[in-house]
């Protein structure tokens, strides 16, 4: 007996321009496991029509009338979150990326890529994978390491005194101030004083919030 094929991968296009659609339509119905489910030239109809078709996935521009591709994506995945949204966008500018990335799109690709790719991009993303272009990794992995620098420089880089760094460990460990005096040699005065220092320069503005900074400077020793 031989094997049950498997249904084609249903595909909504979304995007303003018709001959972009008819484009990738004719590109799309050549492949026997792609399927179009329809199309829509605005950010609404788009909403509409995957609440009604539920596609596999969705080609979605950004620059769209009525309703931008960012909030659309959002919308959709609001209303059906198994759908798996590949932006399509002329747009290489990181607030884009991030946007739709945050929205909940599985993939990003400029619009100059090949079909092979964008046909590559589709069966990831109905697999439950994330697919962006090169160009676009590269873009995602430059922010990435922006906000790991500035983490860093902002939690981790304070310029924190050795007694100060002690005094947050102990404080960290749940030490009274009096044991903190105990253990380090020196008055509950110059503890407090300490803790202090530490709160002005961190800005922390309680226990928790020092504990949780001791955690990030890798100060807090953990139970297993």
């Known amino acids: 007996?031989?094997?049950?094929?498997?249904?084609?991968?249903?595909?909504?296009?979304?995007d303003d321009h018709k001959i972009i659609r008819d484009g990738l339509r004719a590109l799309i119905t050549r492949q026997s496991h792609l399927e179009v489910a329809g199309e829509a030239d605005d950010g609404?109809?788009?909403?509409?029509?995957?609440?009604?078709?539920?596609?596999d996935v969705v080609?979605?521009?950004?620059?769209?009338p009525k309703l931008n591709g960012i909030d659309a994506t959002a919308q959709i995945l609001q209303e059906a979150p198994g759908v798996k949204i590949i932006a399509l966008s002329m747009h290489s500018d990181r607030r884009f990326i991030v946007g739709v990335l945050q929205a909940g799109a599985s993939g990003y690709l400029m619009k100059d890529c090949s079909f092979e790719e964008l046909e590559a991009s589709i069966r990831a993303?109905?697999?439950?994978?994330k697919y962006l272009s090169p160009e676009v990794t590269s873009i995602v992995v430059e922010d990435y390491i922006r906000q790991i620098s500035y983490y860093?420089?902002?939690?981790t880089d304070i310029n924190l005194t050795r007694r100060e760094r002690e005094v947050l460990q102990l404080v960290a460990a749940g030490r009274s101030t009096r044991k903190i005096a105990e253990s380090l040699g020196i008055s509950v005065k110059t503890v407090e004083s300490h803790r202090q220092n530490i709160m002005d320069k961190t800005r922390?503005?309680?226990?928790?919030e020092l504990t949780k900074l001791a955690i990030?400077?890798?100060?807090?020793?953990?139970?297993?």
């Not at 922390?204 to 928790?208: D, F, I, L, Y």
């Open 204 to 208: 922390a503005r309680s226990v928790a």
């Open 44 to 55: 609404k109809k788009a909403v509409e029509m995957a609440a009604q078709l539920h596609p």
């Open 59 to 64: 080609i979605m521009d950004l620059s769209l």
């Open 125 to 129: 993303v109905a697999k439950g994978l």
């Open 152 to 155: 860093s420089q902002s939690n």
């Open 1 to 14: 007996m031989s094997e049950r094929a498997e249904s084609p991968i249903r595909v909504l296009l979304v």
């Open 216 to 224: 990030r400077m890798n100060l807090a020793v953990l139970d297993a």
